[in-house]
């Protein structure tokens, strides 16, 4: 699937409690919608996709004992602005979650927890300017052996390089019951357009595992 024009794809979600507003460190995002601009150091700027997947995470102080067991729903987060762009990163969001020991098949428990996922994409390096396969130059003159004529070719059959794209994975765990996040995080990481970035199932599974293999280590919020 080639990627289509850069959109902006936006989870905005509910705030949680104020309690964990003021107990977030710097850096974290309890009290903030899922809608962070992507991050624009480590070489963003360069002429090559970044190798880099840059992840952060961060869990309620009294949630380990919850987290990686039990029923959990995967859904798009509320406000994601395009639909069919999430299919394949809720598929390698709930591959993880199994992996971590979830019950994934249970699509409309009432009890348990919820993965709200959002997803966005952001053009950080323009695609180049089309090249002409074919340029040069004629002269035609008159030399006192007679006319002249004389070409310079330049053959150039490269091809201009696509744009690179950021896409960042926000996922937010949060208890049903009481709708308080227990765990969230993200996960960022550039492609060429052409890389399908919008909605690729291999850049899906690239963030959704770097992001989950923090899922243990992630920053602990202390309790206010």
Known sequence: MKAKPILSAVAF????????????PPGGRWDQPMDQR???QNGRQSAEPSRKVEVEAFQAADAAS?????????????????????PVYEAAVVDQLAKLGYETAVN?????????????????????AKRKPVSGAMEVGVSNRGNYTAMALNIDLTKAKKAIVATRLDVRIRDKASNRVLWEGHAEAQTREDDDGL????VAARLASALFAK??????????
């Not at 979600?13 to 977030?24: C, D, G, I, P, V």
């Not at 909605?199 to 291999?202: L, R, S, T, W």
């Open 66 to 86: 919850l987290l990686g067991k039990g029923p959990i729903t995967v859904a798009a987060a509320e406000g994601a602005e395009a639909e069919w762009k999430l």
């Open 108 to 128: 409309g428990a009432e009890g348990g927890q919820i993965a709200q996922i959002g997803i966005r994409h952001e053009q950080v390096v323009p695609e180049e």
């Open 38 to 40: 992507i991050g624009r």
């Open 215 to 224: 899922f243990a280590d992630a920053q602990v919020v202390p309790a206010s």
């Open 199 to 202: 909605n690729n199932g291999a």
């Open 13 to 24: 979600l509910a705030a949680s409690s104020s309690a964990f507003a003021q107990a977030m």
